[in-house]
């Protein structure tokens, strides 16, 4: 932690404002996922080691592993948290389902549900207004049914990745001609709040009363000021709904 903050040149009350997290499951060769005891311990050990770190504030299991043992599971948390190497724990793209399998054995927290989420990329919410509609796409599930509201009832903050990309296409719905219309209703949002068009983006995000995180994806220093202004806008319900609307969601 204290040659972290030094690599940054940050204080140490400064550190305390910094959470460090971190992911495992993924293997690359063949392609899958692996929440087993040892790989989980050993990505969490790898990270420490990359980030020069003694303890990491929260670590991810990323994907489901539909071959998980939730005991190996419940295992491994407990052995990193004891040694002190982690603080907390969480999931990404995990359905409820999915988390409540894990908590047959797991007993530390599941305080974090890494999701794709973004105005173009929006199921997580869209599906809940347009429920038994026949009319419409969104009224698939496709998170495994409620996972927002699971998230708000288990105090599970939501984390969402890719916030400017267009669903699972290459590229972003900022400046596309694909999206005229949602881009010209940022404009006009960018301009009214005096931020830049990722601001907004972000803050339709964070607008939702679940108080999700936005994971940016960028390194840029610039970037991440321009997107950080949109957490202090509190869009109100009609911009809200209207960018939803604007990005071709069509409400019941």
């Not at 063949?30 to 303890?55: C, F, T």
């Not at 929260?58 to 998980?68: C, E, K, M, S």
């Not at 108080?211 to 202004?229: E, F, K, Y």
Request: with cysteine.
């Amino acid at each position: 932690e204290r040659r972290f903050a030094e690599a940054l040149k940050l204080s140490s009350a400064e550190r305390e404002d910094i959470i460090v997290q971190s992911k495992t499951g993924i293997i690359d060769k063949p392609w899958g996922y692996d929440q087993s005891y040892e790989h989980i311990v050993a990505s969490a050990e790898r990270s420490l080691k990359a980030l020069n770190m003694d303890y990491l504030d929260v670590l991810l299991l990323h994907r489901p592993d539909a071959l998980v043992e939730p005991e190996e599971v419940a295992r491994a948390f407990d052995e990193l948290e004891a040694a002190g190497k982690v603080r907390a724990f969480g999931v990404s793209n995990h359905t409820p389902r999915q988390i409540d399998l894990l908590k047959t054995a797991v007993k530390k927290p599941i305080l974090v549900n890494q999701m794709q989420f973004s105005i173009t990329h929006s199921s997580l919410v869209a599906q809940g207004m347009t429920s038994n509609m026949t009319t419409s796409d969104d009224a698939f599930t496709r998170d495994g049914g409620g996972l927002v509201d699971y998230a708000r009832v288990n105090k599970i903050t939501l984390q969402a990745w890719s916030p400017i990309q267009i669903g699972h296409e290459p590229g972003i719905f900022l400046g596309s001609p694909d999206y005229p219309e949602l881009n010209a209703e940022i404009e006009r949002l960018a301009e009214k709040y005096g931020v830049e068009p990722i601001a907004i983006a972000c803050a339709w995000i964070t607008r939702h009363p679940a108080n999700m995180q936005v994971v940016l994806g960028t390194t840029t220093p610039s970037r991440i000021a321009d997107a950080a202004a949109g957490s202090d806008i509190r869009l109100t319900r009609a911009e809200w709904y209207g960018l939803l609307q604007a990005a071709g969601h069509k409400l019941p």
